[in-house]
């Protein structure tokens, strides 16, 4: 099936310095992927979705300036936070539409865990 | 704006049991998608069973059952002769199209050996 794969798994990060994360489809083509935050113990959070070759669209209350996205190819977006602070801890999941199956459910990566020292 | 609401924080269930997890969603749309994804402690988002709004038959997968009452907006999601290894929080989500998912709050289900 398909495969998204999220990188790092975990990361530590001083505060004030930027943090890169990857997703990768490695068997499909997205054109869209889809960046959600997970606090502690609470759902999925949609922060943006990131369009091949587009700019990204950011949910509301999102810092478009902090979580930079840019989906360069039709299989990789990456997600970075700049200048990190504390409360930008948390459990980051991308995920990514097969588009060639349409009606497809979103295959999600494996997540990165965030935390900002 | 579309909602998924899951009334249930938390569920048990003995093993081997038959446990109901319930789940509500609000949408003015008519062609959706809904489905049941479970996250082990290990957070990966595992698919456990999907449904297409326009289809009347409700999705089966091995011990997992939903049952969709799509003039309720009710989907809920039926674990038969539960294992230890379904123990896991489940959320339930929602799809329009090419769109994104929306999630429910979760339900955290504990299974008793």
């Known amino acids: 099936g398909a495969v998204v794969s999220q990188h790092p798994s975990r990361v530590i990060c001083k505060s004030g310095t930027s943090v890169k994360i990857e997703c990768r489809s490695l068997?499909?083509?997205?054109?869209?992927m889809f960046w959600y935050r997970q606090f502690p113990k609470q759902s999925l959070m949609l922060m943006a979705t990131?369009?091949?070759?587009?700019?990204?669209?950011?949910e509301q209350g999102v810092e478009k300036d902090k979580f930079l996205i840019n989906h360069a190819s039709l299989t990789l977006s990456t997600l970075t936070v700049t200048s990190a602070h504390p409360e930008d801890s948390s459990f980051y999941i991308c995920?990514?539409?097969?588009?060639?199956?349409?009606?497809?459910?979103?295959?999600f990566g494996n997540g990165t865990r965030l935390t900002v020292t | 704006a579309q909602t998924v609401t899951q009334s249930q924080p938390e569920m048990s269930v003995q093993e081997a049991e038959t446990v109901t997890l319930s789940c509500t969603y609000d949408?003015?749309?008519?062609?959706?998608?809904l489905f049941w994804y479970k996250q082990p402690p290990s957070r990966q988002m595992i698919l456990v069973i999907r449904?297409?709004?326009?289809?009347?038959q409700n999705a089966t997968e091995n011990r997992f059952s939903v049952n969709f009452q799509k003039a309720a907006k009710s989907f809920s999601l039926k674990i038969s002769d539960s294992q230890l290894g379904d123990a896991a929080m489940y959320f339930c989500?929602?799809?329009?199209?090419?769109?994104?998912?929306?999630f429910g709050a979760g339900t955290r289900l504990t299974v008793k050996p």
């Open positions: 995920s990514a539409r097969d588009q060639g199956t349409g009606l497809a459910p979103l295959h």
């Open positions: 068997d499909f083509q997205a054109t869209t």
């Open positions: 990131s369009n091949e070759g587009s700019k990204a669209t950011y």
């Open positions: 949408t003015s749309e008519s062609d959706y998608y």
């Open positions: 449904q297409e709004a326009y289809k009347q």
């Open positions: 989500a929602y799809k329009v199209g090419n769109n994104d998912m929306r």
